[in-house]
DNA sequence: GTCTATAATTCGATAGAC
DNA sequence: GTCTATCGAATTATAGAC
């Protein structure tokens, strides 16, 4: 068959996600990557040079966290975990993101990156105390991130089985501590 | 050097904990191991078979949860996240089943069967409602294995940077809301 | 108990024909 | 733009000498 450039880099682009994310970095081969996009291996080399930049390409995530300052104070425990579960299901990036980063360094730095550009960022600017607000998005983090390893990477079965409205019901408390509470949960406007 | 067959023997397992611990399952080689054993890697293979037996011996792993039941109601929150940031730290299996189980259906398997089996029961008997301690017994699964991520994996640097204490402090609310609270944080007992 | 040699695969990457 | 052929490296695993 014969396709234009672009088409052809972007069904390899698209079959690499799904590779990347079902199987990690070593575990996703350029073989497999080329087979599922049914085209022939060398294809891969020629648009993408080596492995790494295809990673690259295929790893390349923005989660459009929304302005947190613009929603109520009171509501941004549930927004936040609501958006991350949505963007999630519709953006194979994290999964490939957390399924790589957590053997190879240089996309654990990556994690590390979004976390500091498009997480702390929003916190910060919920909280006057500037001095506590990368703990505040950090803590944000680990209960984001447990969720989708449990209910989407090590499928639990009781976590995968909660509902959307269940999950924003049980952690939006626990974000909006960490976001705007203190260690009792009052809130520290 | 000439050794007894069980010096050996837990020279190669020591080994390949510290190596399946860093690299997981594909990234850590029998030759690496071996080397780090300061034995040959025909060695590994005559005392274990093959490599996934090999992992099978390094990745065996007892949380050693304490009997949740008999601590004070109110303590249980703060007490299971202070028991499972000292058992992570005393033993590397957990970091082994992080690391592997996120790109190994067998290991993620063995993951679920952890928590089904050692995790799940102890919650259950702080819950007179038996339907929802799988849930209940979840929620702290994604708390706690997030921190773990965050921390030890990912090193994210406000959490990484966080003492015992602080997050026993942040976390155990939440972990005792999970446990024996409804979703607006009442105890339900 | 320890090591050498090597078989059998698999993978990333390159060269080049059409 | 697509594919064949192949190289070179790395890995698991085996056979067998000492």
């Known amino acids: 068959m014969r396709r234009s450039s672009e088409d052809t880099k972007a069904v390899i682009l698209a079959a690499a996600r799904e590779r990347f994310a079902a199987d990690g970095f070593q575990g996703a081969t350029i073989r497999a990557i080329a087979s599922d996009a049914g085209i022939d291996p060398a294809m891969v080399m020629r648009y993408f040079g080596n492995k790494e930049k295809l990673f690259a390409a295929a790893a390349d995530v923005d989660l459009r966290f929304p302005d947190l ?8 425990g549930r927004a936040l975990i609501g958006h991350f579960l949505d963007r999630w299901e519709q ?8 399924r790589t980063g957590v ?3 240089a996309v654990a730095e990556r994690m590390r990156g979004i976390f500091a550009g498009q997480l702390a960022p929003l916190v910060s600017k919920l909280d006057d105390d500037r001095e506590r607000a ?4 950090g803590l944000a983090a680990t209960q984001v991130l447990g969720m989708a390893l449990c209910r989407y990477v090590l499928r639990l079965p009781p976590v995968a089985a909660m509902s959307r409205e269940e999950i924003v019901d049980w952690l939006g ?3 909006q501590r960490y976001l705007t509470g203190d260690v009792d949960g009052h809130d520290t406007a």
């Open 103 to 105: 053997t190879n360094e």
């Open 173 to 175: 408390p626990t974000l």
């Open 91 to 98: 953006d194979e990036g994290m999964m490939i993101l957390l």
């Open 69 to 76: 300052a613009a929603i109520p104070r009171e509501e941004v």
């Open 134 to 137: 990368p703990l505040r998005a």
